[in-house]
């Protein structure tokens, strides 16, 4: 069942869905100022709970873990600040480290939410179109690779629920046991992962995808909307990477002033 969201995006070409999910993955990724960073964390979590909540909120008990992770590593490895926490093997855990690894986190959680939307807003359809006929193969692997995603929950769902009905619960048991029942079914899904890619390759290329002179219907043509939408777009898009460019967005984990445009007192 479509959202008012995703009837949103589906009114725009697909063009301009791609490029504008991209282009805020991309700008994620290079921007390191904490204040930035958190309003696309805030900005992507809105997003994804209007496309489907009931959903991102289960995907939460995997990325939550992944960004506990991630803001904890750093600290360990680096030993970098002026403000020590406390010791561990006579090397300083510091306050510096710790927000920094908590930024790099805030970081990757919004990445991945950004395209976790992209997964759920762009189509098989869309993706061929987009890539079809500049690269087949890149547009196939696309394609597979984002259907992918939302099969492999899926099947994982049934994959649990029929080792369940013979017997074999991978929640119940010691240790071992639910290891090897784990094991089975991550076998079980990997094998099913293959044997899917295979089927689709073959489907696609007994179809003739990616012969030269074979044209494709397409049902998307570049509309006023979509001028109204992409020039705000794009105009906001060259707004940040001139505040990128002239390293306005510099940000250092420090006590004291040094020669930065933005400062963060822990202290």
Not at 13 to 19: C, N, Y
Not at 22 to 48: D, E, Y
Not at 87 to 112: C, D, K, P, R, W
């Amino acid at each position: 069942m479509q959202t008012t969201t995703t009837m949103f995006f589906s009114k725009m070409h697909p063009f301009i869905v791609f490029t504008y999910f991209v282009s805020l993955t991309i700008l994620t990724m290079f921007t390191k100022h904490p204040l930035l960073l958190l309003l696309s964390l805030i900005s992507s979590v809105v997003l994804n709970c209007l496309l489907d909540w009931r959903s991102f909120v289960k995907s939460l008990k995997w990325f939550i873990p992944i960004g506990i992770v991630t803001a904890l590593v750093n600290p360990l490895i680096s030993h970098d600040g002026e403000t020590p926490l406390l010791y561990v093997n006579h090397q300083a855990i510091t306050l510096e480290a710790l927000a920094y690894g908590i930024n790099m986190s805030v970081l990757f959680l919004a990445m991945f939410f950004w395209l976790n939307a992209l997964s759920k807003i762009m189509t098989t359809d869309q993706f061929i179109y987009l890539f079809g006929n500049v690269s087949p193969k890149l547009a196939l692997l696309l394609s597979i690779t984002m259907r992918l995603i939302q099969l492999l929950n899926y099947q994982l769902q049934q994959i649990v629920s029929a080792q369940k009905a013979i017997g074999l619960d991978p929640s119940t048991g010691n240790v071992i046991q639910r290891l090897k029942a784990a094991m089975r079914i991550l076998s079980i899904l990997i094998t099913w992962a293959l044997e899917n890619a295979m089927e689709s390759s073959h489907s696609m290329k007994a179809r003739g995808f990616g012969l030269k002179g074979r044209t494709t219907f397409a049902i998307y043509r570049w509309s006023k909307r979509d001028t109204k939408y992409a020039l705000p777009f794009l105009f906001f898009l060259i707004v940040q990477l001139v505040f990128i460019w002239s390293k306005q967005d510099v940000f250092i984990f420090i006590r004291h002033l040094l020669k930065c445009h933005f400062l963060f007192y822990l202290s």
